[in-house]
């Protein structure tokens, strides 16, 4: 039948046909005369999302769709629905070794591009519940700690026999998505570009950072080791919009999704990006006077992430790797992180896709600078930063 894009009328069919849904022809259960309700939740910027349910509640799916374009810009801005490919083989990484961590995965058609997987509804967007006030809580950040070195470890050259290593890299490159973050996120806030644009209070810090040519080197000098350090797969999109919370059965449930961008890459890169969103939060809570428990994310995910790839160590699969390496190593992905981190904040406040964090505040300008010349200290100061404490000095710096 070929690709189509599936509207809102198509979804009850396409379930049934794929085998998705039960289309009661064994007369077990009725469901051939079962309602299916469709609801379009899209959100993001690329794709569409559908959510499917009966009548009481008791069954219901999540459908997202690649389209042939990014969502938000329509058939001006073209982009293969292959991404698809790239987050199916994402979540069937993931479901390796952290299948706690992400919704789960029902099918995936290559043929529509479409994954059919876990609705997620009865959780909310940690973008949505910060913005609403809410705390993190104790267990969020720990979590996604967690989930980056549980994938990065199992994907990685310390976790992965090389064979099946080199066979990774060959299916998981990613390169239109990978354009768009080396050009929106590494490259185009600190140009003129047509993708920019910022509150009109911010003209000064925008022009400074593109006559910066200090900053821009050491963006060049990120965005070379985001296009060539093949360190392990990465979810690629890490931030608060793509990772669900809430409770279940009374216990604390943190779910991981959109891995479209999924690539082999520089490990700092989904933790920085994770920060960047945390601290731009912070800053969104600092201006509404709502600070809670900001402030010890960063701290809390880095020492999940260390904890948890330092228990891993011992099962590394080339022992020539010793423990000293392992101190030299993370240490690397620390510096990453930051320095990426700091590219993440001055995009979502210059570049392109701003945050709602500070787009929603009654006047999002302090914060926003603060942001930003917070995000340009990051990437300076990559170097000297040393640990948590270090980058929360610098954050409360007046």
Request: a negative charge; proline letters at 6%; hydrophobic letters at 40%.
């Amino acid at each position: 039948m070929g690709y189509r894009i599936l509207e809102t009328d198509d979804i009850p069919a396409y379930l049934r046909e794929r085998g998705h849904w039960p289309d009661g022809s064994d007369g077990s259960d009725g469901a051939d005369r079962e309602t299916i309700s469709v609801r379009e939740v899209s959100d993001g910027n690329v794709n569409r999302v559908f959510l499917a349910s009966n009548a009481d509640g008791t069954r219901s799916l999540a459908l997202k769709q690649a389209l042939p374009w990014v969502r938000v810009a329509g058939p001006s801005w073209p982009l293969s629905p292959d991404r698809a490919d790239a987050e199916a083989r994402a979540y069937e990484q993931v479901a390796k070794v952290a299948p706690d961590k992400i919704p789960a995965i029902h099918g995936y058609d290559p043929e529509h591009y479409a994954l059919v997987m876990e609705d997620l509804s009865d959780l909310e967007v940690l973008r949505t519940t910060l913005n609403e006030g809410a705390p993190y809580g104790p267990h969020t950040s720990a979590r996604i700690g967690e989930f980056v070195a549980q994938l990065t470890f199992a994907t990685s050259d310390f976790g992965m026999p090389s064979a099946d290593r080199k066979a990774l890299l060959a299916v998981s490159v990613n390169p239109e998505l990978c354009k768009i973050t080396e050009d929106v996120v590494l490259s185009e806030p600190y140009i003129e570009h047509e993708h920019n644009h910022w509150h009109p209070g911010l003209d000064d810090l925008a022009a400074a950072f593109r006559a910066d040519t200090r900053l821009r080197t050491e963006v060049a000098d990120l965005r070379h080791t985001f296009m060539t350090g093949a360190q392990a797969l990465l979810h690629g999109d890490l931030h608060t919009g793509s990772i669900m919370v809430g409770e279940r059965e009374g216990a604390p449930v943190v779910r991981v999704f959109d891995p479209e961008f999924s690539f082999v890459g520089p490990i700092g890169y989904d933790l920085g990006l994770y920060w960047a969103n945390a601290l731009v939060s912070e800053e969104r809570a600092r201006a509404l006077g709502t600070l809670s428990d900001h402030a010890a994310q960063l701290r809390l995910s880095w020492e999940a992430f260390e904890t948890e790839f330092r228990r891993l160590w011992p099962t590394r699969v080339d022992t020539f790797f010793d423990d000293a390496y392992l101190d030299r190593f993370l240490r690397r992905v620390w510096t990453d992180a930051v320095g990426f981190a700091g590219t993440e904040i001055v995009r979502r406040v210059i570049g392109f896709a701003h945050l709602t964090d500070l787009t929603t505040l009654p006047d999002p300008v302090p914060a926003s600078r603060r942001a930003l010349l917070l995000g340009r200290e990051l990437i300076l100061r990559r170097e000297e930063l040393r640990s948590p404490d270090e980058v929360r000095a610098l954050v409360e710096a007046p």
